[in-house]
C-alpha cells in the first residue's frame, strides 16, 4: 500500500472544538493497548477523536516511513504531531512512570492484600476480622506470596539475592533454596502445622536475612535493589526487606511460644 493512502493529519482551523487525530494499529490479531490508552486519555481530556486505523503491518511501516516515527500510535492535534501515548501524557500535563524508578508500590500491595486476605479467612472462620488467627495468617501469607514471587524468575531472584545475602554468597545453592524454604515455613505456619520444622526453618532465613539486609544497607551504606519481591522488581533494600526477615523471627519465636503454652496462641501442632 502506498504512503498516498494514510490519512494525514488535518490542519487546525480557529473556532473549532478540540479535536486531535491518532492513527493506531487495529489488526484482525493485534490491537494496540497504547493506541487504546491514548484514545481513551483524549477523550477523558476533552478532544473530539478522529480515529484512523492501521490495519496491516504494510500499512503500518508505510505511515512511519511517512511520518518519520518508529512507534505507533501516533497523536496529532491542531495539525501537530504530538508523538506517542507517552508524549501525549506529557503533552497534557500527567506523570509518566519511569520503568527504571525505584518504587515501593509492590510491596504495599502486597501487604495489602494479604492483610485484607488474612482478615477475610479469620471472618469465614471465626465471624470476625479482627482475631489473633488473622494477625499469624497476614504474616503467613505474606510469605508465601513472597515465596512465590521469587520463584517466577527464580534465576533473576538468586543473581539479585547474591548481592549482599552473607550465606548466599558463601554457598550459591543457598540462594536458589531460599525461596522454596520462605514459601514451606509460610505455608506451615498458616496451616498450624509442624511447628517444630516451620519455626527452625523461618529462624534460620529469617536471622541471616536480616544480618544480611542490615550490614550491606546500614553499614557497608549499599545502594541495592531488594529481591524480596522477584528478580524484576525496582524495591530498593532496606527497611522493607528488614521488616520482611523481622516478621519471620518474630512470628517464629510466637508461634514456638505458643506451642509450648507459653503464649495464649491461636493452636499449633508439633
Same mark, same amino acid.
Given at each position: 500500500?502506498?504512503?498516498?493512502? #494514510? &490519512?494525514?493529519? &488535518?490542519?487546525?482551523?480557529?473556532?473549532? @472544538?478540540?479535536?486531535?487525530?491518532?492513527?493506531?494499529?487495529?489488526?484482525?490479531?493485534?490491537?494496540?493497548?497504547?493506541?487504546?490508552? $491514548?484514545?481513551? +486519555?483524549?477523550k477523558r481530556s476533552g478532544y473530539e477523536v478522529e480515529d484512523h486505523h492501521l490495519t496491516t503491518r504494510e500499512q503500518t511501516d508505510a505511515f512511519?516511513?511517512?511520518?518519520?516515527?518508529?512507534?505507533?500510535?501516533? #497523536?496529532? #492535534?491542531?495539525?501537530? *504531531?504530538?508523538?506517542?501515548?507517552?508524549? /501525549?501524557? *506529557?503533552?497534557?500535563?500527567?506523570?509518566v512512570a519511569d520503568p527504571k524508578a525505584t518504587s515501593y508500590r509492590p510491596v504495599v500491595a502486597l501487604f495489602a492484600m494479604t492483610a485484607l486476605t488474612a482478615m477475610?479467612?479469620?471472618? $469465614?472462620?471465626?465471624?470476625?476480622?479482627?482475631?489473633?488467627?488473622?494477625?499469624?495468617?497476614?504474616?503467613?501469607f505474606s510469605m508465601v506470596v513472597l515465596a512465590l514471587l521469587k520463584l517466577q524468575n527464580i534465576e533473576g531472584f538468586a543473581t539479585m539475592f547474591l548481592n549482599y545475602d552473607l550465606l548466599a554468597k558463601r554457598w550459591v545453592p543457598?540462594?536458589?533454596?531460599? &525461596?522454596?524454604?520462605?514459601?514451606? =515455613?509460610?505455608? +506451615?505456619?498458616? @496451616?498450624?502445622?509442624?511447628?517444630?520444622?516451620s519455626v527452625p526453618i523461618a529462624l534460620f532465613i529469617g536471622t541471616i536475612g536480616a544480618a544480611s539486609v542490615f550490614k550491606a544497607v546500614y553499614v557497608?551504606?549499599?545502594e541495592l535493589k531488594c529481591a524480596?519481591?522477584?528478580?524484576?522488581?525496582?524495591?530498593? +533494600?532496606?527497611?522493607?526487606? /528488614?521488616?520482611?526477615?523481622?516478621?519471620? #523471627?518474630?512470628? =517464629?519465636?510466637?508461634? =514456638?511460644l505458643a506451642a509450648f503454652g507459653l503464649v495464649a496462641g491461636a493452636g499449633h501442632a508439633m
Open positions: 500500500m502506498s504512503a498516498t493512502t #494514510i &490519512p494525514s493529519p &488535518p490542519s487546525s482551523r480557529a473556532g473549532t @472544538a478540540k479535536k486531535a487525530v491518532i492513527h493506531r494499529m487495529v489488526m484482525p490479531q493485534h490491537t494496540c493497548p497504547y493506541g487504546l490508552k $491514548a484514545k481513551d +486519555l483524549l512511519k516511513a511517512q511520518h518519520g516515527v518508529a512507534t505507533t500510535p501516533q #497523536i496529532f #492535534i491542531g495539525g501537530a *504531531r504530538i508523538g506517542g501515548h507517552d508524549d /501525549l501524557r *506529557r503533552f497534557l500535563g500527567k506523570p477475610a479467612a479469620s471472618h $469465614a472462620v471465626a465471624g470476625s476480622p479482627f482475631t489473633l488467627r488473622a494477625a499469624e495468617w497476614f504474616i503467613g543457598y540462594s536458589y533454596i531460599y &525461596p522454596f524454604a520462605e514459601g514451606l =515455613a509460610g505455608l +506451615l505456619m498458616v @496451616a498450624g502445622a509442624l511447628t517444630w520444622l557497608d551504606r549499599r524480596c519481591v522477584g528478580g524484576s522488581s525496582n524495591v530498593p +533494600l532496606g527497611f522493607v526487606s /528488614l521488616t520482611e526477615n523481622l516478621m519471620m #523471627i518474630a512470628m =517464629a519465636v510466637w508461634m =514456638a
